[in-house]
C-alpha cells in the first residue's frame, strides 16, 4: 500500500512538473512574441551560411554599425588591427605597401578584393598587370587578417575587400595619428579584370592630363588627386621603375641610388620622398621645389589647380590628413561592377568553391 502511494505522489509531482514548465514555455514564448527583439539587427536575422563556403546572402551598403552589433563588428576591426599593427611592427614600409593594395584593388571595378585572386590554371587575375607584377605586396597580410577574423569572430562574416579596407586604414592610422570610418558590407568578386588593371591604373610615366582624366572618370577632381597621391609620403620606389627614364623626373636621374640597367626582379628600393616612414609634408614640399621622384609626382605642379593644391598641403599637415582622409572613404566606397557575381570568401585568394550571391 504504501509503495503504491508513493508511486502515485510521484506521478503526480511529474505531472505537476510538467504543466510548470509548459506555462513557463508559453509564457515566455508569448512575452517573445508582444516583444520582438530589438537588439539583434536586420542583416543579422538573414540567413549568414548554408553551408561552411556558400554564401547565401550578405547585404552590402549597410550604412552603419546598426545597434547591438558594435561589439561584433569591433572584434573584426580588432581582429585586423592586430594583424596589421604585427606587420608594420615586423617591416614599418609594410604600411604603405597596404594603402597601395587598397589603392590598386578600389581603382580597378571597386573595392572587390579581385587584385586578391591568384592566377590558377584557367583564370587570370589582376597580379600581373604592369603596375601590379614583382610591385604590389601585402597579400600575406590581408590573407592573415582574414583568417584571424574568421578565427575570433564567427559570428560577423567579413568580406576581403572589407579586410583591405580596414588595413588600409589602420595603417594610415598608425602612421598619422589621424583617422577616418570604415564601413563594413563590402562584397569579393567572383573574378577579376586584368585588361581593367592595365587600363584603369595610372602609370608612373603618364603626364597629368592623363592623370586627371583616369581619376576623373573613378569619381575624383583634381584636388582630391593631389590629396591621395600625399600617400607618396610613405614607401618606395623599385629601381626597376626608375632605371626606366620615362618613370622618374629627369631631375632625380644624376643623383639615383640605383646601379641601372637593372632587371625585373632587382631589390634595389628609393623612397618616394626623403622620409619614406613618415606621414609628413615632404612630399610636397619636395614638389615645389622640383624634386618629386616619379615624373607622374612632379607632374602635378604643371596646373594652376594641382599646384594649388600641393601648396596648401605643404603649408598644413592638418588639410592634408583631413582631405586625404576624405578621399580614402571616397575610395573605399568604390563599387564593383554591376553584373559581378559576388560572395565572401573564405580564403583571400581564391574563390569559394560554390556561391549563390550575385549583383
Ligand atoms: C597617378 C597616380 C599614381 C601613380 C602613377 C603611382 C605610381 C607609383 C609607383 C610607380 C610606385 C612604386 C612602385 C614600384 O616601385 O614597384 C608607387 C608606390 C606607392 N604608391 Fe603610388 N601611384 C599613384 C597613386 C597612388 C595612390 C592614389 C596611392 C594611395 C592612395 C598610392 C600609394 C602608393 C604607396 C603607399 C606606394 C609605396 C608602396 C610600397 O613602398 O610598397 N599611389 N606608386
Given at each position: 500500500m504504501a509503495s503504491i502511494v508513493s508511486r502515485l505522489s510521484l506521478a503526480l509531482s511529474l505531472i505537476a512538473l510538467a504543466l510548470a514548465g509548459y506555462s513557463i514555455y508559453q509564457h515566455t514564448q508569448s512575452a517573445m512574441e508582444s516583444q520582438p527583439i530589438k537588439a539583434l539587427p536586420a542583416w543579422l536575422q538573414l540567413p549568414t551560411f548554408q553551408s561552411a563556403n556558400v554564401l547565401s546572402?550578405?547585404?552590402?551598403?549597410?550604412?552603419?554599425?546598426?545597434?547591438?552589433?558594435?561589439?561584433?563588428?569591433?572584434?573584426?576591426?580588432?581582429?585586423?588591427?592586430?594583424?596589421?599593427?604585427?606587420?608594420?611592427?615586423?617591416?614599418?614600409?609594410?604600411?604603405?605597401?597596404?594603402?597601395?593594395?587598397?589603392?590598386?584593388?578600389?581603382?580597378v571595378d571597386g573595392c572587390d578584393a579581385g587584385l586578391l585572386l591568384n592566377d590558377t590554371a584557367t583564370f587570370t587575375g589582376e597580379q600581373t598587370a604592369f603596375g601590379n607584377l614583382n610591385s604590389v605586396r601585402g597579400f600575406e597580410v590581408i590573407e592573415q587578417a582574414k583568417q584571424n577574423a574568421v578565427a575570433k569572430c564567427a559570428d560577423t562574416p567579413v568580406s576581403c575587400a572589407d579586410i583591405l579596407s580596414i588595413a588600409a586604414r589602420d595603417s594610415f592610422?598608425?602612421?598619422?595619428?589621424?583617422?577616418?570610418?570604415?564601413?563594413?558590407?563590402?562584397?569579393?568578386?567572383?573574378?577579376?579584370?586584368?585588361?581593367?588593371?592595365?587600363?584603369?591604373?595610372?602609370?608612373?610615366?603618364?603626364?597629368?592630363?592623363?592623370?586627371?582624366?583616369?581619376?576623373?572618370?573613378?569619381?575624383?577632381?583634381?584636388?582630391?588627386?593631389?590629396?591621395?597621391?600625399?600617400?607618396?609620403?610613405?614607401?618606395?620606389?623599385?629601381?626597376?621603375?626608375?632605371?626606366?627614364?620615362?618613370?622618374?623626373?629627369?631631375?632625380?636621374?644624376?643623383?639615383?641610388?640605383?646601379?641601372?640597367?637593372?632587371?625585373?626582379?632587382d631589390p634595389g628600393l628609393v623612397g618616394l620622398?626623403?622620409?619614406?616612414?613618415?606621414?609628413?609634408?615632404?612630399?610636397?614640399?619636395?614638389?615645389?621645389?622640383?624634386?618629386?621622384?616619379?615624373?607622374?609626382?612632379?607632374?602635378?605642379?604643371?596646373?594652376?589647380?594641382?599646384?594649388?593644391?600641393?601648396?596648401?598641403?605643404?603649408?598644413?599637415?592638418?588639410?592634408?590628413l583631413a582631405d586625404f582622409a576624405a578621399a580614402m572613404v571616397k575610395m573605399s566606397n568604390l563599387p564593383p561592377s554591376a553584373g559581378v557575381e559576388l560572395e565572401i570568401r573564405d580564403v583571400c585568394s581564391r574563390v569559394n568553391d560554390v556561391s549563390v550571391a550575385s549583383v
Amino acid at each position: 500500500m504504501a509503495s503504491i502511494v508513493s508511486r502515485l505522489s510521484l506521478a503526480l509531482s511529474l505531472i505537476a512538473l510538467a504543466l510548470a514548465g509548459y506555462s513557463i514555455y508559453q509564457h515566455t514564448q508569448s512575452a517573445m512574441e508582444s516583444q520582438p527583439i530589438k537588439a539583434l539587427p536586420a542583416w543579422l536575422q538573414l540567413p549568414t551560411f548554408q553551408s561552411a563556403n556558400v554564401l547565401s546572402y550578405y547585404p552590402s551598403g549597410r550604412k552603419s554599425s546598426p545597434a547591438g552589433m558594435l561589439s561584433d563588428e569591433a572584434c573584426v576591426f580588432s581582429a585586423v588591427k592586430e594583424v596589421v599593427d604585427a606587420a608594420i611592427d615586423n617591416e614599418t614600409r609594410m604600411g604603405a605597401s597596404l594603402i597601395r593594395l587598397f589603392f590598386h584593388d578600389c581603382f580597378v571595378d571597386g573595392c572587390d578584393a579581385g587584385l586578391l585572386l591568384n592566377d590558377t590554371a584557367t583564370f587570370t587575375g589582376e597580379q600581373t598587370a604592369f603596375g601590379n607584377l614583382n610591385s604590389v605586396r601585402g597579400f600575406e597580410v590581408i590573407e592573415q587578417a582574414k583568417q584571424n577574423a574568421v578565427a575570433k569572430c564567427a559570428d560577423t562574416p567579413v568580406s576581403c575587400a572589407d579586410i583591405l579596407s580596414i588595413a588600409a586604414r589602420d595603417s594610415f592610422e598608425r602612421f598619422s595619428g589621424a583617422t577616418y570610418t570604415v564601413t563594413l558590407g563590402r562584397l569579393d568578386a567572383r573574378t577579376a579584370n586584368l585588361t581593367g588593371a592595365n587600363t584603369q591604373l595610372v602609370g608612373p610615366s603618364e603626364n597629368l592630363t592623363e592623370q586627371v582624366r583616369k581619376f576623373g572618370i573613378k569619381g575624383f577632381n583634381e584636388r582630391e588627386l593631389v590629396a591621395l597621391l600625399g600617400s607618396h609620403t610613405l614607401g618606395f620606389a623599385r629601381c626597376p621603375v626608375l632605371c626606366d627614364n620615362r618613370n622618374i623626373n629627369p631631375v632625380r636621374v644624376p643623383g639615383l641610388q640605383c646601379n641601372c640597367p637593372v632587371t625585373n626582379t632587382d631589390p634595389g628600393l628609393v623612397g618616394l620622398d626623403p622620409t619614406p616612414d613618415t606621414f609628413d609634408q615632404r612630399y610636397y614640399s619636395d614638389l615645389v621645389s622640383g624634386q618629386g621622384l616619379l615624373f607622374s609626382d612632379q607632374q602635378l605642379m604643371n596646373s594652376t589647380t594641382t599646384s594649388d593644391a600641393v601648396t596648401t598641403y605643404r603649408d598644413s599637415i592638418d588639410t592634408f590628413l583631413a582631405d586625404f582622409a576624405a578621399a580614402m572613404v571616397k575610395m573605399s566606397n568604390l563599387p564593383p561592377s554591376a553584373g559581378v557575381e559576388l560572395e565572401i570568401r573564405d580564403v583571400c585568394s581564391r574563390v569559394n568553391d560554390v556561391s549563390v550571391a550575385s549583383v
